[in-house]
């Protein structure tokens, strides 16, 4: 009987060590790799102004428009750009 639970004790602690050393190793690589992969952000502020003139067009089926759009925008960052959108 004794015996029986020296062989039982054993074997509970070597589950005991091999899971404790697979929870290691789990911390170890999720430590050292992240789930943002993304290179880092820079914001800044985008002020901007523009002179567009739109356009509304009827078409065939009644209460849809198509809508054109062209002009000059100038913005802090870009510089100035032209716009023709529809």
């Known amino acids: 009987m004794n015996s029986k ?3 039982l004790t054993k074997q509970n602690r070597l589950k005991s ?3 404790a050393a697979a929870c290691v190793a789990l911390i170890i690589t999720t ?4 789930a943002d992969f ?3 952000v820079n914001i800044a502020l985008i002020h901007a102004n523009a002179g567009v003139t ?3 067009s009827n078409t065939s089926e ?3 428009f198509i809508a054109t ?3 000059v925008v100038q913005t802090s960052l ?3 750009c032209a716009e023709n959108a529809s």
């Open 5 to 7: 639970f020296n062989e």
């Open 78 to 80: 870009l510089g100035t």
């Open 17 to 19: 060590a091999v899971l």
């Open 31 to 34: 430590t050292s790799l992240k």
């Open 69 to 71: 759009a062209t002009g």
């Open 54 to 56: 739109a356009v509304l």
């Open 62 to 64: 009644a209460g849809v």
């Open 38 to 40: 993304r290179p880092p």
